[in-house]
């Protein structure tokens, strides 16, 4: 027996079935407890937990891609390219909704960090 997951304590089963269009018809179990959890005016329900599915614990890999190291001046130039991609991005979302414009430092790297 599953126990209410609010107070612990006892539940019974109840059948519901759908009224929503797409699924009209169907029968859902829902779990009511029995120990006087409310839940506004009606005692409280809920779905019993999903069972969970057994997982492969060896996948094969999909590809056979060596991994290549990167130069250290490539991840920079992604980075900077990144961050003007953001600036383009944010410049047209403010002109779409007139909004007030973000000073010009906030929008600058760190001076902290270097680049």
Do not use: H, W
Not at 43 to 67: D, G, L, W
């Amino acid at each position: 027996m599953i126990e209410c997951d609010r107070c612990g304590g006892k539940t019974r089963e109840k059948v519901i079935t759908s009224k929503r269009p797409e699924t009209f018809g169907q029968k859902y179990i829902l779990l009511e407890c029995l120990n006087g959890c409310k839940d506004g005016k009606y005692n409280y329900s809920f779905f019993p937990p999903k069972e969970q599915k057994q997982v492969v614990s060896n996948p094969q890999p999909t590809t056979n891609i060596p991994a290549r190291p990167i130069e250290n001046g490539a991840v920079v130039n992604l980075l900077r390219s990144i961050n003007s991609t953001l600036k383009n991005i944010l410049s047209i979302m403010q002109s779409k909704t007139k909004e007030v414009p973000i000073q010009g430092e906030e929008l600058s790297p760190d001076t902290e960090v270097p680049f």
